[in-house]
């Protein structure tokens, strides 16, 4: 009787290949295991890489007669890993890289059996992993170590050991899994010490960690060893660690750029477009409002003269002597327009004309002036 996912015999029904995902650079581990309840041992294991519908079969790996060969460009990246006696002939595939992507069919023959049977694995290769990190002082990071295998296997130990550039090897964590008792121990270690923490599942052989409040001594090199049985897998992450950045008091949300959203912009773009229009008014009105101060001023300026100068205003004269002899002015007698409330009561003004007067004129000046006011002047006007 013959168990498992295997086709028996090459005409015989295929059950669907296991599938595995992995990251260039890993390890995966591809299972074979042949289960029988009868006592047939392997004699001959195949490993067959079918990259597509018109590339060519690649061999990986042929084992006959105790001894295992890798092939071609596999050399040194496939061994063996399971149990031959136990008809265990799994794959692991160390350094995965992307021209790896394919379908891997595992046949096996046994001692005494024409038959052949087969298990197939397709394999998913995914871009790098960055294998170096940054973290600033105070911040935590996370830091993977995950072992791909198509098989179930249990994790006895997990263990992170930490390489800076002038202290030893210190260890930072691990993890201790007694699977007869089904209890795992877990503990950090050192300056390590209540930082550390697992994070990854250890059924699915993940072994991530998270180390918190990083410090500068923190930088360097992180080994992650993943142990599976007498298979170790082993995974190493260089950190690197910069200075803390002043604190500012500038907050996240001034950072981010201002979005002005559609109804903004709508309102902006109107106020503009409205105060080009406007300008014009605005001007308009601000001479306006300038004209009617300078009336009122001038205004008031005529009302405050009224209540100073009432009555009549006499320009004095003024008498300069040349040689002996005196220059006479006549005196101008200024008689200001009042403008009272009613129209009927006007004042009027008398304007005259000023000459110089020589003493030989004199009198015929006098004379003449007497006759122009009809035989005489006025009380307001007086000659000098």
Excluded at 24 to 44: H, I, N, P, R, Y
Excluded at 207 to 228: A, K, M
Excluded at 306 to 320: A, D, M, S, W
């Amino acid at each position: 009787m013959v168990s498992g996912d295997y086709s028996l015999g090459l005409n015989d029904l295929n059950v669907s290949p296991a599938e595995l995902t992995v990251h260039v650079g890993d390890s995966a581990l591809m299972g074979c295991v042949f289960q029988s309840t009868e006592d047939k041992c392997m004699f001959k294991i195949d490993w067959i890489l079918s990259s597509g519908e018109q590339a060519k079969d690649e061999y990986v790996l042929y084992y006959y007669s105790n001894l295992s060969v890798p092939i071609g460009r596999f050399q040194n990246r496939v061994q063996l890993m399971g149990d031959i006696l136990c008809n265990d002939g799994s794959l692991l595939l160390q350094d995965v890289q992307e021209a790896d992507q394919g379908t891997y069919t595992c046949e096996i023959r046994l001692k005494g059996e024409s038959q052949v049977f087969k298990k197939a694995v397709v394999l998913h290769v995914l871009p790098e992993e960055p294998k170096e990190l940054m973290v600033r002082v105070g911040e935590m990071i996370r830091m993977g170590c995950v072992f791909q295998s198509t098989e179930v296997k249990h994790v006895t130990k997990v263990e992170w050991i930490f390489s800076g550039r002038r202290a030893k090897e210190e260890i930072v964590f691990r993890y201790y899994h007694k699977v007869r008792m089904s209890v795992g121990y877990s503990q950090s270690w050192g300056h390590f010490q209540n930082r550390v923490n697992l994070v990854g599942d250890i059924f699915r052989n993940d072994g991530s960690i998270v180390l918190q409040g990083v410090r500068e001594s923190d930088g360097g090199n992180y080994t992650c060893s993943i142990h599976l049985g007498n298979l170790v897998f082993k995974k190493t992450i260089v950190l690197h660690v910069s200075p803390e950045e002043p604190r500012t008091l500038v907050t996240p949300a001034a950072l981010r750029p201002l979005v002005l959203g559609g109804n903004q912009l709508v309102i902006i773009v109107g106020t503009v477009c409205a105060t080009i229009l406007l300008l014009p008014v605005l001007i308009l009105i601000v001479k306006r409002t300038c004209g009617n101060k300078s009336l009122v001023n001038s205004t008031a300026l005529v009302k405050n003269t009224k209540k100073t100068n009432p009555g009549i205003k006499e320009e004095p004269c003024y008498f300069e002597s040349c040689e002996g002899e005196k220059n006479i002015y006549s005196s101008i007698i200024i008689r200001e327009v009042i403008e009272e409330e009613e129209p009927s009561e006007k004042s009027e003004a008398t304007y005259m004309t000023m000459h110089p007067v020589w003493p030989s004129l004199r009198s015929d000046r006098k004379n003449s002036l007497e006759k122009k006011s009809g035989g005489g002047m006025p009380k307001t006007q007086q000659a000098f």
